[in-house]
């Protein structure tokens, strides 16, 4: 091979691997740390009953989006037996992540009946002496008593459109939603009992300025007729949610839009009142849109709770831990110190045993290195979303020691060419036509053995896998494109081969029979 393509295959291949880091440095790219290394949260869920896999995966990837629709950096929820693992590096607000992510209750849409005020305990458990405004026929009245939980009665019918219940600037007449004080000894409905208590009525916080808290109908539909739904501008500057209906779950919502045509539904996840907007539309093509008071947080939250709100299978917490980022910094210290440390002694062991040869495994560490970091920050940075934990640190610290097994096989090779008389400069090509083979099988014995170790694995171990059938692959491509031509070079250059004490045959113990 002429020398020309010798040096473009070396600065080519040093271009490729230093541009890559110049690249992740450029774009401000960095690895993603996992949670061993940042610091965040790690919960084990495990069903109420037992599920079958297709339904406990499904629950999986709904946590994923949500965490992903919270913005949680790089979240690994994977299902392991009859369990859900979730690891999520670097949240700085664990309980709150931890609510979002185990909410099981479904997202109900309930009509809004009246307003009530703020729960106050009954003194006595004597009938109230007021009672709703107004019930439907037949409706029972309930004893005020703080316990057990009473089903709030109906309050009448507003949501049914009457000219005299509507306003032309409002939509709405706000009476229709005044604040009943006889609502005051009804105690607020829990998450447990909104769950159960579906087909009743229910009284939950509003979270407007109308009143204290709702008094809701019985379910009309679940979360399941949402297809989609994401914050938006709207053209006015303002921010809004625009959401999608599957086929089944438009025509259901449009039955909803046309009974309660200006009223308020409110949108209930978990015992908690996320929207209560109000039907402007007595149908729907499939899609609208819910404007309001809405800051990109809000409407991005709401969104969430629109896409994601339900989960096919009831999930409990079964153990959760916070790993704390001065333990991951520790732990991440200990890797790279160790890493470091290993490497140098590598360098310094092949430069004393393999003389100017030792420069060649430097350069080509180094050069690996840049590709690795540049290639794997590239890898975090976009939709493939790697992250690197501790255990993807030991499989590349052990890929070192694959990498200088390489060049271990081609210079022993040399030394082999040379013993047999031949010169440095004509062993350098004809030595590394022999230990490429050699170098092939046993990169490939690595290769396969990570792969299936990233097939059959799950959790950590995955990271080590990835990381260890990474390096290989990139060493297989370094020895050809940049050990192999740079080898040549030096045992083609005099001086380099023949140098009294640094040079190629001293390295290889050859000195007498050199050129």
């Not at 706000?174 to 159960?196: I, K």
């Not at 590239?378 to 060049?407: H, Q």
């Not at 092939?440 to 396969?448: E, I, K, P, Q, T």
Request: some cysteine; glycine content about 10%.
């Amino acid at each position: 091979m002429g020398r020309h393509r010798l040096l473009a295959s070396v600065g080519l291949t040093s271009l490729l691997c230093f541009g890559m880091l110049g690249l992740a440095v450029g774009l401000n790219w960095s690895p993603h740390l996992g949670l061993d290394l940042e610091g965040g949260l790690s919960v084990v869920f495990t069903p109420t009953q037992r599920v079958p896999m297709a339904t406990l995966q499904n629950a999986a990837n709904i946590m994923n989006q949500r965490a992903n629709g919270l913005g949680v950096s790089q979240p690994n929820i994977i299902t392991q037996g009859n369990e859900i693992v979730v690891q999520m590096p670097g949240v700085k607000d664990p309980q709150r992540i931890l609510k979002v992510l185990g909410t099981t209750a479904q997202l109900y849409f309930r009509p809004v009946l009246c307003g009530a005020p703020a729960y106050t305990k009954a003194k006595t458990t004597t009938p109230a002496t007021s009672s709703p405004t107004t019930t439907t026929p037949g409706a029972t009245r309930n004893k005020a008593k703080a316990a057990p939980y009473q089903v709030p009665p109906t309050c009448g019918s507003p949501y049914l459109y009457s000219s005299a219940f509507y306003n032309a600037r409002t939509g709405f007449d706000p009476g229709q939603y005044s604040v009943d004080p006889a609502y005051a000894h009804y105690a607020t409905t829990s998450p447990l009992q909104d769950e159960n208590d579906r087909n009743e009525n229910v009284i939950l916080p509003s979270g407007s300025t109308i009143a204290p808290r709702f008094v809701l109908g019985p379910a009309l539909a679940n979360g399941t007729i949402i297809k989609s739904a994401y914050a938006t501008l709207a053209q006015t500057g303002g921010w809004q949610v625009q959401f999608a209906l599957t086929g089944s779950g438009n025509v259901v919502f449009n039955k909803i839009a046309a009974t309660y045509y200006h009223s308020l539904v409110a949108n209930d996840l978990d015992g908690d009142i996320v929207s209560a907007p109000q039907i402007d539309a007595t149908s729907f093509p499939g899609q609208g849109e819910i404007t309001g008071n809405f800051n990109s947080s809000s409407a991005n939250a709401l969104a969430l709770d629109l896409n994601y709100g339900s989960l096919p299978v009831n999930l409990v917490a079964q153990t959760s831990q916070t790993v704390s980022p001065s333990l991951g910094k520790a732990s991440l210290d200990a890797g790279l110190i160790a890493g470091l440390l290993g490497l140098l002694l590598v360098m310094m062991y092949t430069i004393y045993y393999y003389r100017a040869l030792g420069i060649v495994v430097v350069s080509g560490l180094i050069t690996t290195a840049a590709f690795l970091y540049g290639f794997v920050s590239m890898l975090s940075a976009s939709s493939v979303g790697l992250t690197l934990d501790l255990s993807g640190v030991v499989g590349l610290i052990v890929s070192v020691g694959i990498t200088v097994d390489s060049y271990v096989v081609y210079f022993e090779r040399l030394k082999d060419e040379v013993r047999a008389g031949h010169s440095v400069r004509a062993s350098v090509d004809k030595g590394f036509r022999s230990a490429y083979r050699t170098i092939l099988s046993a990169d490939a014995v690595s290769f396969l053995g990570a792969l299936v170790l990233w097939w059959l694995s799950v959790g950590a171990v995955r990271g080590f896998a990835f990381m260890l059938g990474l390096s290989t692959l990139v060493d297989v491509a370094t020895a050809f494109f940049f050990t192999r031509p740079l080898v040549i070079l030096l045992g083609r250059n005099r001086i380099v081969a023949s140098a009294r004490y640094v040079g190629i045959a001293r390295g290889l113990a050859a000195a007498e029979q050199t050129q």
